[in-house]
């Protein structure tokens, strides 16, 4: 039979392949579909990781260029979060959290009700901390002194003490003295209390032992315990520790001068700032800073490796390329796709990075971080790691990106 030729209304050859009412056909469908397989991300990363497994060599080079800029930032991360353990930690434990002032007196009836006053009509955090050489507790089993620090009001809430074992006790009178202990203390032994001189040592009951940041042997119990066994408050110290936050923080010094006036109490001086957290942590922040720059700079040299990589390797996927843009890929995949492969290679990089800083932390620490547990791997330096993986990835694939996806499709098919 004669092969009819279909035309439109006005006289012109209907094209082959496609329907009267100017739809696909099935075969002009299928190149739909390859178009939009090819638009979306799934396919492109897919390709992305076969290009990294197929070149494998160019990839371990790399990623060989990331691993020493991304190492030096794992390492800033650890060894700042470490060294807020090994030093910010304890100062606050010993000394008080940021702005913490004290006023001391002598430990009379008068200047002990005048300083609760004060406590008592503080508007922050305050405690009186009462240091007693009358007072004697011993260990039983060599007979060694350790030092007694009677305590009330908010004393937790301005030295942080971590309660390790036991409940931290309260402030009040109890039949057997309940006292929290430190670390060095609690490997004493027994431990016995003798309120004044001369009286007969009497059982304690430790109901707690914490960290208070100190090396030598310290209890700590509650004030209304001590003065309940001792009466007369001779030859002690009374500190009173206040501190404020916010906006009145500024002001906490002659806050706590015009406290002291107002209930009477006889102080040895001014207020007296005793914390050294906020110096401490302006000096780590300075080093910190100082060494993100130095890790910065050698992750800059990662960045300009991958650039180069990225460019040489571009003339000889170029008919790859076009064949991807001839099957209907767009500039923009194949920007996504050199980009993807570069992302990659930068998370390759920064978790072998990782690994190797983790290493290192297992090793290091327990020899040179006395007291930090080797388990508490600080998480955010590895976080901090894969996202400057990334970004030098991404960094170094840009321009070749850049450049793969403005290939003219013509040039390079004829070539």
Not at 28 to 52: D, H, N, Y
Not at 306 to 318: K, V
Not at 360 to 382: H, M, N, R, S, W
């Amino acid at each position: 039979m004669p092969r009819t030729e279909h035309r439109t209304r006005h006289g012109h050859p209907r094209p082959s392949g496609g329907s009267a009412n100017g739809h696909d056909t099935p075969s002009g469908r299928g190149k739909v579909g390859t178009v939009r397989q090819l638009q979306s991300p799934g396919p492109l990363f897919g390709s992305a990781l076969q290009s990294i497994r197929t070149k494998s060599g160019r990839t371990a080079l790399s990623c060989l260029s990331l691993v020493l800029g991304v190492l030096s930032i794992v390492i800033v991360e650890i060894a700042s979060s470490t060294a807020a353990q090994v030093v910010l930690q304890p100062a606050e434990l010993q000394q008080g959290r940021s702005n913490t002032w004290e006023v001391t007196a002598p430990a009379t009836p008068q200047s002990m009700q005048a300083a609760s006053s004060v406590m008592r009509q503080w508007s922050g955090d305050a405690a009186l901390l009462v240091t007693d050489q009358s007072v004697v507790v011993h260990a039983s089993a060599t007979g060694q002194h350790i030092q007694v620090n009677a305590y009330t009001g908010s004393l937790r809430a301005i030295r942080p003490f971590p309660v390790l074992h036991g409940k931290w006790p309260a402030d009040r009178p109890t039949l057997t003295p309940a006292l929290a202990v430190n670390q060095a203390a609690s490997a004493l032994g027994g431990l016995r209390i003798q309120p004044t001189p001369g009286s007969q040592p009497l059982p304690v009951h430790v109901s707690a032992v914490v960290d208070d940041g100190s090396s030598t042997p310290q209890v700590w119990i509650p004030l209304q315990q001590l003065r309940s066994r001792t009466g007369a408050e001779a030859e002690a110290t009374i500190h009173v520790i206040a501190r404020l936050d916010g906006k009145h923080a500024a002001s906490t010094q002659s806050r706590l001068n015009s406290a002291a006036d107002a209930f009477g109490l006889k102080t040895n001086g001014e207020a007296q700032r005793v914390d050294t957290v906020d110096d401490l942590a302006a000096t780590l922040d300075t080093m910190r800073t100082t060494f993100l720059i130095v890790g910065g700079v050698t992750l800059l040299v990662g960045v300009i490796g991958i650039l180069n990589i990225g460019l040489a390797t571009l003339s000889e996927r170029s008919e790859e390329f076009a064949l991807r843009r001839s099957l209907g890929a767009t500039r923009v995949d194949v920007a996504v796709l050199v980009l993807a492969e570069s992302m990659m290679i930068g998370l390759l990089g920064a978790t072998a990075a990782s690994g190797v800083g983790w290493a290192l932390y297992k090793t290091a620490v327990p020899i040179f971080a006395d007291g930090v547990e080797p388990d508490a791997f600080p998480l955010q330096a590895c976080i901090v790691g894969l996202a400057a993986g990334a970004s030098a990835g991404l960094l170094g694939g840009a321009f070749p990106a850049l450049r793969a996806s403005r290939l003219p499709i013509a040039v390079v098919m004829r070539a």
